[in-house]
């Protein structure tokens, strides 16, 4: 495993240890609202418990924030899922290792027929991803899916396990120019408790994941939390300066966030009050856009449509469509290998163009030349 | 003001109105034409590269194309972009843009120079978007660019003519037009840039995000007509203080 410069993870450490969200008063907040260009300590005061009545004034400075950058257009793309084997055993996840699930590899013949279906649909970006097996989903094998991606669609990124920097600079040379790594969460203590076994309970070289993809030479990296795994709003704020502060090392580097949760169990409040509901959500959604404004923020389909349909007016700026968590999902033959994870938006590309068009929005299919 | 033409490249445009690329859309290309009478039309490579949603489409013939370099970080990456625009059949101009900041999107002019050189000597209308600085813009005119585009402020901020003293000096220095381009959020401002002697305007955000976009590209049309015509015209001059009586003081004197 590469060793990079550990600056960066540890400033996103520190940041995530001395995050205090109970500090701020409502006079931070409001200040916040008022900056043009938010400090990491403004970024603090959105995420925290006393910014949450401010909810509505968050979403109108988002908004305003989110036009000015983008305008109305939204990025529209969807994920292809090639193999579920999974080395790691997560106990959150639908893929983990001791998960008794139909397990499924697409050899490039039928990847090549996914891509084909998806490419039909009008889809221009596409997401490669793998369970993280290096065994049964190596390197090679995912170089050559971004090469039949590349036949098919103008833009593609891979969120596989994290790997060494010359190897994403193989994958690169193969078509992939963004890459997702999941931090799941910052807390590294409790990041021991959900990750049980596999190379992903190694902490420092996951969160490194990110700078090694840059380093390979790719233009744009993906970042989040699973928000709900740990204090959603530390996760957040990690999320964000870890973001802020690559950006800032690598002024190139093209920044994404992903904003998934762990949905909460109803009547579960006085249980865990930390539970992420769609206040909680869209109150950290704001406060990503408004702290990095030129940063993408993809909604996912674990969200309700009417929910995404509402947040990419606000501050989201990429929206999945036609999406199937299963491997081979596109086609009219079988699934091969089960979900990772159930969707709550099935729509198809053609639907959820339609709702972004009905809301006086501009679907953007491509908005990027690979050089 | 009918033989005011705007020259370029070889050609010859009346108006002086240019819609950037940033944040297209159908509607915004319709009001630019007919409203803002633009006769240049920004096209980012990277959005026309799309097979299912082809900016292309949406742009009227007798409409000139402009190219841009946007997703270039090096000279070397705006080179291939502008090639394939040229290979794609969108014409020899290129606006050569090069950014190596996600964040306020600032243009890299070390590269810009390297770029325009290069493209100029392949017979491309170099229109370079740069930082307003006087030895920049007379090392890319030297480098054969076609006009001089300083940002007037950040991208997108509709933050006005925060460079406005620097932009006076290239006018006042550069052999070439000087187009304004990024940071005008108003009529007003765009007005304010054509009085100082700019040659033409580009806009987007500040049209792509108004509340009416039909009505806020003629308002910009207007005002950039409105502006050239101060400026040919001649502004009167501003007083630091006081007032100038309009008849002459001395004009009692005999001989």
């Known amino acids: 495993m590469e060793q990079i410069n550990p600056e960066i993870k540890n400033k996103v450490i520190a940041a995530y240890n001395s995050y205090n969200l109970d500090k701020y008063t409502e006079k931070d907040v409001i200040n916040a609202l008022k900056a043009d260009i938010l400090t990491p300590d403004d970024f603090g005061a959105l995420l925290s418990p006393t910014a949450l009545p401010f909810l509505e004034q968050m979403a109108k400075r988002a908004r305003e924030k989110k036009r000015q950058f983008f305008g109305d257009n ?110 799941e969460t910052y807390n590294s203590d409790k990041y021991e408790t959900l990750h049980l076994a596999g190379h992903k309970r190694i902490f420092p070289y996951r969160i490194e994941a990110q700078e090694r993809a840059l380093i390979g030479g790719m233009r744009g990296v993906a970042f989040a939390a699973l928000l709900g795994l740990d ?67 993809t909604i996912s389909t674990r969200e309700r449509a009417g929910f995404r349909d509402n947040v990419i007016n606000i501050c989201a700026t990429k929206i999945s469509a ?50 | 003001m009918n033989n005011d033409v705007f020259k370029l490249g070889g050609h010859e445009f009346t ?46 013939k007798d409409v000139t194309l402009l190219p841009n370099t946007s997703g270039a970080r090096t000279a070397d990456e705006a080179v291939r972009i502008a090639r394939l625009a040229k290979a794609c059949g969108c014409g020899n101009f290129v606006k050569v843009e090069i950014m190596r900041d996600t964040k306020y ?54 933050k006005g003519l925060a460079t406005r003293d620097f932009i006076k000096i290239l006018i006042d220095e550069i052999d070439l037009p000087i187009i304004v381009d990024a940071g005008i959020g108003r009529p007003s401002q765009a007005c304010e840039a054509m009085e100082m002697g700019c040659a033409a305007v580009m806009a987007n955000t500040a049209i792509a995000t108004a509340g009416n976009i039909p009505q806020m590209a003629e308002a910009f049309g207007k005002a950039i007509e409105a502006g050239r015509t101060a400026y040919l015209a001649g502004l009167g001059r501003v007083l630091d203080s006081g007032a100038a009586a309009s008849s002459p003081l001395t004009g009692f004197l005999a001989d």
Do not use: W
Not at chain 1, 153 to 181: Q, R, W
Not at chain 2, 132 to 150: E, Q
């Open chain 1, 74 to 183: 939204v990025y529209i793309f969807t994920p292809i899922y090639i193999s579920n084997y999974c080395e790691n055993y997560c106990i959150y996840c639908g893929f983990n290792c001791h998960n008794k699930i139909r397990r499924a590899k697409l050899d490039y013949n039928a990847i090549e027929k996914e891509m084909q279906a998806i490419s039909k649909t009008g889809l221009e970006e596409i997401l490669i991803l793998t369970g993280e097996s290096r065994n049964m989903s190596d390197v090679e094998y995912i170089g050559k899916a971004c090469e039949i991606a590349r036949k098919y669609f103008k833009m593609v990124g891979i969120e596989v396990y994290p790997m060494n920097s010359d190897e994403y600079a193989y994958l690169h040379k193969c078509g992939a120019d963004y890459v997702t790594v999941f931090q």
């Open chain 1, 231 to 297: 204090d959603f709003r530390k996760d957040a704020f990690a999320t964000g300066m870890h973001a802020y502060l690559l950006q800032k090392k690598y002024p190139h580097a093209e920044i994404s966030i992903s904003c998934p949760r762990l949905r909460p169990i109803i009547n579960n409040d006085k249980i865990n009050p930390k539970d992420v509901h769609e206040r909680q959500l869209l109150q950290i959604m704001c406060a990503y856009r408004m702290f990095l404004p030129f940063a993408n923020i």
């Open chain 1, 322 to 371: 036609g999406v199937s968590t299963g491997i081979g999902g596109h086609t009219d033959e079988a699934e091969q290998g089960d979900d990772q994870f159930e969707i709550a938006d099935t729509r198809t590309v053609d639907e959820v163009l339609k709702a972004i068009c009905e809301q006086g929005l501009q679907p953007v299919m491509n908005d990027y030349v690979y050089v």
């Open chain 2, 15 to 60: 108006s002086r109105f240019i819609l950037g690329s940033g944040k297209y859309s159908l509607d915004l290309i319709d009001a630019a034409v007919k409203h803002a009478k633009a006769q240049i039309i920004t096209l980012a490579l990277r959005r026309a590269n799309s097979e299912t949603d082809n900016i292309l489409d949406y742009i009227p």
């Open chain 2, 105 to 158: 999107l600032l243009p890299d002019n070390t590269e810009t120079i390297k770029a325009t050189e290069i493209l100029a000597n392949e017979g491309f209308v170099v229109m370079p978007y740069m930082y307003p600085d006087l030895n920049v813009a007379r090392d890319l005119a030297n480098a054969g660019a076609s006009c001089i585009m300083p940002l007037a402020a950040p991208i997108g901020s509709n």
